[in-house]
């Protein structure tokens, strides 16, 4: 017996020693592990990554950029319903534990014993956070070790709600969703205070198993997890039976909504907005969560992409059909899994989708075209009658008399849909548009003439065929659409609207020439001595190099800087009265926001602030404003001083600075007079079409027809129309900018300034009326029957007729200060 109860001494004594060795190595193994351990409190400033989120001025989604869709929510905010379904499926006893659960570990420590692996089971939302915010997901046991003592940690210095809040933001959930807000909106484009039961379950079972158990991916295993949360929700007492049998044959409601659905396209603005970001912040901007507030107008900016659209589409009709896409044996791809397989190599391009022409009715004249998952649509004659065959850029085929003219079985070719307005009480209906990709491109850019805010910008077709933004990297010759600087530097040196200039030909010597060069007009014709005015509207080519010659290259290059142009940059030669200077159409258009305005010179910007995940303004845009005697902003006196900026005052703009004067009121008016008679007589005569008298501006062709122009404004809007091949290349005959690009402007403005009444800019003092002589430009009598008024800047008013030039071609002679030799 004795020697029973010495072995019992024994075993006791060698278990204690094992507990003390045991104590002895945690203790040693903690103290040397807890020092390594991160702060918790840095949980409490933890700014859970989101994405760069970019906004138009009226607050419309443009884009987003970032790898992490996140939408923190705060614990108040958590629907009690999605609490308790996550804490009965991954952690019943999440109230009642210190962050570990005893009954979890032995789980745990069986299925190790079981297995010689770590497995599931475990781990607690508090281990759980620690292990997402602070540790990788390697399966150690150093690192469940951390695990674990991290846990503790966070359990004593937070509460409940925080870990819990932590949690739930910081979980993957599939499908890029990082948090229930994310996915909320991704699964169910809902916010969480809107999910339904079976919906906060779905949700609430994804942690295990995001990508196996996802409701878009994996409907059925997603059923399975589902039911398993409903479960243990009712079998811990938070649902009754009643609702958990309703949420239980629930349907399947999930559909990815990978981005919040942004409210306007704009992908050329995103880019350069994300662009300003990512130089501005590093690549911190795509997790960061700021929101990059544009000054785009949504409304504006639609209309820039439909008038853009719609004209290069109206363009390539024009000049016929290039064929199809592309053509397959329908032999050997003969039913729809094969179809959509040829369909998904190609991806829409702006809004012309993809088709794949299936079958050619000849008896009924109807091609029959599979658009993709199982739709069908038509195509008859008159849906194709404008595809005559393209031959080169000016001359196409005869127009078709059949649809197997042009469309055979196997072609892949773009459609589009369009709805008709119904007539009547008939109900709207929606056709198919037969279509192609059109190789030309184009931009379209509006901004404001007050501060340089742009409104509206279209930098090409489709963002996705080519990512090139012409609004603002496209060097291209403007052509005509330059003539008004020339004419405005010529004001500034005694020459006015009725100065006659001779439009004769002339011979240019240029030693950068390898022979002499012998400009004409576009009509190939001669006019003989012709008023500034008439010169302007007509774009006669010849009277501008005249007045260049005369006012000379140095002295204009450098007066283009009061536009914005690089005076180094402009050509050489008497060629840049005709445009050769390469502009974008962004400078083209500030430089036209200079007469738009009276005279200032503002700076084009495009984002008007940025705010932080938390609201707070990181930076907010100073534009020079076009006003007299602003006052630099004041945070105390801002009201007082946007006031004082009267009609000229930007809505999107809330600080500012005076802008610089860089042009006589009196010369930028002028120049806006003669530009309204471009729309009123002159080569933007079409430009009547919207009635208003209050729109001025000038087309530009450049030479061989490579690129149209029109730019065009009042004192709201400034607007440039650009279209051309971005290789350049002749546009075809007659692709003038009146014809090309002067349509798409016509389009956008027309829309653009109806809500606003006219409103010419008021006449500025230093300007006087006289009656002239429409031949010779000069001051005449009321007694002559072909008299007309002329506005003049004081002290430019030319000497009577009767002190006529002997040389009977007039040149706009001025008496004091004025020119009085022939410009030959």
Known sequence: MAWLLRAIAYVLAAFLSLIVL??????????????????????????????????????????????????????????????????????????AHHGVDPLGMAR????????????????????????????????????????????????????????????VNKIYLGQRAYGIGAAARIYYNSDVADLDLAQMAMIAGLPKAPSFANPVSR?????????YVLRRMLETGVISQEEFAE???????????????????????????????????????????????????????????????????????????????????????????????????????????????????????????????????????DAVRWARPYINESAVGDRPSSVAQVLSRGDLVRVHPERIEA????????????????????????????????????GGFDFGRSQFNRAVQAQRQPGSAFKPFIYSAALERGFSPASVVNDAPIVVDDDSLERSWRPENYSRRFYGPTRVR??????????????????????????????????????????????SAEVTPLQLTAGYAVFANGGYRVDPYLVSRIEDMDGRVVFRAVPAMACDDCAVFDPDTAEETAAEAGDNADPLSQQFRPAERVLPATNAFLITDMLKDVIRSGTGQRARELGRSDIAGKTGTTNNLRDAWFAGYNRHLVTT?????????????????????????????GVALRDIPEESPPRPSGLVTARIDPESGLLTSS???RAIFELFQEGAVPRSETRRDRSGSGSGGTGSGGRSEPLF
């Open 423 to 458: 007539e009547d009480d008939a109900e709207e209906r929606t056709v198919l548009r037969f279509s192609q990709v059109p190789a030309i491109d184009g931009s379209l850019i509006s901004l404001s003439p007050a501060s340089g805010a742009v409104v509206a910008l279209a």
């Open 247 to 381: 949420a239980s044959t629930a349907p399947v409601t999930a559909t990815l909504h990978r981005e919040e659905r942004p409210g306007v396209s704009a992908p050329f603005v995103a880019e350069m907005a994300r662009a300003y970001a990512v130089e501005r912040f590093g690549q911190n901007a795509y997790i960061d969560g700021y929101r990059i507030y544009t000054t785009i107008d949504s409304h504006l900016q639609r209309e820039a992409d439909r008038a853009l659209r719609d004209n290069l589409l109206a363009y390539d009709r024009r000049h016929g059909y290039r064929g199809p896409e592309a053509q397959f044996d329908l032999d050997e791809h003969a039913d729809e899994e094969a179809w959509n397989r040829l369909l998904g190599d190609h991806r829409r391009v702006a809004h012309l989708r993809p088709a794949l022409v299936v079958d050619v009715d000849e008896s009924a004249d109807l091609a029959r075209l599979y658009l993709g998952r199982g739709a069908y649509g038509e195509l008859d004659l």
């Open 783 to 785: 007694d002559n029957p």
């Open 108 to 167: 745990a420590v069986l299925y190790l014993v079981q297995h010689q692996e770590i497995g599931p089971g475990g781990s607690t939302i508090t281990m759980q956070v620690a292990r997402n915010f602070f540790l990788s997901r390697e399966q150690t046991y150093l690192r469940k070790l951390n695990e674990i003592l991290l846990a503790l940690r966070i359990e004593r210095e937070l509460s409940k709600e925080e870990i819990l809040e932590l949690y």
């Open 721 to 749: 129309a650009w279209v051309g091949f971005d290789q350049s290349q002749n546009l075809g005959r007659g692709e003038t900018g009146g014809r090309a690009a002067l349509p798409m402007w016509i389009d956008f403005m």
């Open 219 to 227: 409907p059925e295993q997603a059923l399975q997890r589902r039911a």
């Open 22 to 95: 045991g104590a002895v190595a945690a203790a040693g193994l903690y103290l040397s592990l807890e020092p390594q351990l991160p702060s918790v409190e840095t949980l409490r400033d933890i700014r859970l990554q989101q994405p760069l989120r970019i906004y138009t001025a009226d607050e419309e989604l443009i884009a987003e950029f970032g790898e992490y869709r996140r939408e923190p929510v705060a614990y108040e905010d958590i629907p009690e319903r999605l609490r308790d379904a996550f804490i009965a499926a991954e952690d019943e006893n999440f109230h």
């Open 534 to 579: 008439e010169a302007l509207a007509q774009s006669r080519n010849l009277v501008s190099i005249r007045v260049l010659r005369d006012l000379g290259i140095g002295y204009t290059s450098e007066f283009m800087e009061r536009f914005g142009f690089d005076s180094k940059r402009m050509s050489p030669g008497l060629s840049l009265a005709l445009g």
